[in-house]
Protein backbone atom coordinates (compact mmCIF):
# COMPACT_ATOMS: atom_id res chain seq x y z
CA UNK A 1 0.00 0.00 0.00
CA UNK A 2 2.87 2.74 1.16
CA UNK A 3 4.58 1.82 -2.49
CA UNK A 4 1.26 2.41 -4.71
CA UNK A 5 0.80 5.77 -2.73
CA UNK A 6 4.65 6.79 -3.41
CA UNK A 7 4.40 6.07 -7.23
CA UNK A 8 1.11 8.34 -6.89
CA UNK A 9 3.12 11.19 -4.80
CA UNK A 10 5.96 10.62 -7.42
CA UNK A 11 3.87 10.67 -10.54
CA UNK A 12 1.83 13.48 -9.08
CA UNK A 13 5.13 15.73 -8.15
CA UNK A 14 6.64 14.68 -12.15
CA UNK A 15 3.64 16.19 -13.09
CA UNK A 16 3.85 19.17 -11.39
CA UNK A 17 7.87 19.90 -12.20
CA UNK A 18 6.46 20.14 -15.67
CA UNK A 19 3.89 21.96 -14.91
CA UNK A 20 5.84 24.36 -13.25
CA UNK A 21 8.76 24.33 -15.91
CA UNK A 22 6.08 25.39 -18.82
CA UNK A 23 5.08 28.40 -16.90
CA UNK A 24 8.74 29.63 -16.20
CA UNK A 25 8.84 29.39 -19.99
CA UNK A 26 5.77 30.90 -20.31
CA UNK A 27 6.64 33.95 -17.96
CA UNK A 28 10.01 34.77 -19.66
CA UNK A 29 8.35 34.60 -23.00
CA UNK A 30 5.91 37.19 -21.42
CA UNK A 31 8.66 39.62 -19.86
CA UNK A 32 10.91 39.32 -23.16
CA UNK A 33 7.92 41.09 -24.77
CA UNK A 34 7.25 43.62 -22.12
CA UNK A 35 11.05 44.75 -22.17
CA UNK A 36 11.04 44.44 -26.11
CA UNK A 37 8.37 46.77 -26.08
CA UNK A 38 9.32 49.19 -23.32
CA UNK A 39 6.07 48.22 -21.51
CA UNK A 40 7.12 47.74 -17.79
CA UNK A 41 6.27 51.28 -16.61
CA UNK A 42 2.87 51.21 -18.51
CA UNK A 43 2.41 47.98 -16.42
CA UNK A 44 3.73 49.26 -12.74
CA UNK A 45 6.80 46.41 -13.44
CA UNK A 46 9.73 47.61 -11.99
CA UNK A 47 12.33 48.11 -15.21
CA UNK A 48 13.59 44.55 -15.87
CA UNK A 49 17.67 44.03 -16.20
CA UNK A 50 19.91 41.23 -16.28
CA UNK A 51 22.81 41.09 -13.89
CA UNK A 52 25.50 42.74 -16.65
CA UNK A 53 23.08 45.75 -17.38
CA UNK A 54 22.82 46.73 -13.52
CA UNK A 55 26.52 46.63 -13.70
CA UNK A 56 27.11 49.18 -16.10
CA UNK A 57 24.40 51.55 -14.81
CA UNK A 58 25.88 51.54 -11.51
CA UNK A 59 29.19 52.33 -12.67
CA UNK A 60 27.92 54.97 -14.81
CA UNK A 61 25.75 56.67 -11.70
CA UNK A 62 29.07 56.33 -9.56
CA UNK A 63 31.25 58.22 -12.23
CA UNK A 64 28.44 60.86 -12.44
CA UNK A 65 29.09 61.35 -9.24
CA UNK A 66 32.50 62.06 -9.88
CA UNK A 67 32.03 63.94 -12.31
CA UNK A 68 29.76 66.07 -11.02
CA UNK A 69 31.72 66.99 -8.15
CA UNK A 70 34.64 67.86 -10.56
CA UNK A 71 37.37 65.23 -9.29
CA UNK A 72 37.77 62.82 -12.40
CA UNK A 73 40.78 61.95 -14.26
CA UNK A 74 41.31 60.20 -17.98
CA UNK A 75 40.78 56.69 -15.96
CA UNK A 76 36.90 57.59 -15.26
CA UNK A 77 36.36 59.07 -18.63
CA UNK A 78 37.61 56.14 -20.47
CA UNK A 79 35.97 54.04 -17.80
CA UNK A 80 32.39 55.99 -18.65
CA UNK A 81 32.86 55.30 -22.54
CA UNK A 82 33.85 51.67 -21.79
CA UNK A 83 30.55 51.19 -19.90
CA UNK A 84 28.82 53.25 -22.16
CA UNK A 85 29.68 50.95 -24.88
CA UNK A 86 28.85 47.92 -23.52
CA UNK A 87 25.54 48.89 -22.62
CA UNK A 88 24.86 49.96 -25.60
CA UNK A 89 25.58 46.05 -26.61
CA UNK A 90 23.66 44.72 -23.99
CA UNK A 91 20.71 46.77 -24.76
CA UNK A 92 21.11 45.90 -28.95
CA UNK A 93 21.92 49.36 -29.56
CA UNK A 94 24.30 50.87 -32.25
CA UNK A 95 27.48 51.78 -31.52
CA UNK A 96 30.18 53.54 -33.48
CA UNK A 97 31.44 50.72 -35.76
CA UNK A 98 35.27 52.21 -35.16
CA UNK A 99 35.13 53.56 -39.12
CA UNK A 100 34.63 57.24 -38.07
CA UNK A 101 37.44 59.35 -37.45
CA UNK A 102 38.05 59.05 -33.34
CA UNK A 103 38.31 62.02 -31.53
CA UNK A 104 38.70 62.89 -27.71
CA UNK A 105 35.73 62.49 -25.52
CA UNK A 106 33.92 65.60 -24.95
CA UNK A 107 33.10 65.99 -21.11
CA UNK A 108 29.95 68.26 -21.91
CA UNK A 109 28.75 65.32 -23.92
CA UNK A 110 29.78 62.62 -21.87
CA UNK A 111 27.76 64.85 -18.84
CA UNK A 112 24.70 64.79 -20.92
CA UNK A 113 24.76 60.94 -21.14
CA UNK A 114 25.11 60.74 -17.64
CA UNK A 115 22.40 62.74 -17.10
CA UNK A 116 20.19 60.58 -18.78
CA UNK A 117 21.27 57.15 -17.18
CA UNK A 118 21.53 59.00 -13.59
CA UNK A 119 17.27 58.93 -13.65
CA UNK A 120 17.01 55.50 -14.27
Known amino acids: MDDILELEM????KAL??????????RESLYKVISDNDLE?????????NPEEKICLD???????????GMYD???VKNFD?????????RNQAIDD??????????????K?????KNE
Not at 10 to 13: D, F, N, Q, R, V
Not at 41 to 49: C, P, Q
Not at 113 to 117: H, K, M, N, Q, T
Open 10 to 13: ALEL
Open 17 to 26: KAENDKLKEE
Open 41 to 49: EELGIAKLM
Open 59 to 69: GIKHLADIFEN
Open 74 to 76: QND
Open 82 to 90: LLHKNLRLI
Open 98 to 111: GKKKKSKVDIGEAL
Open 113 to 117: IVEGY
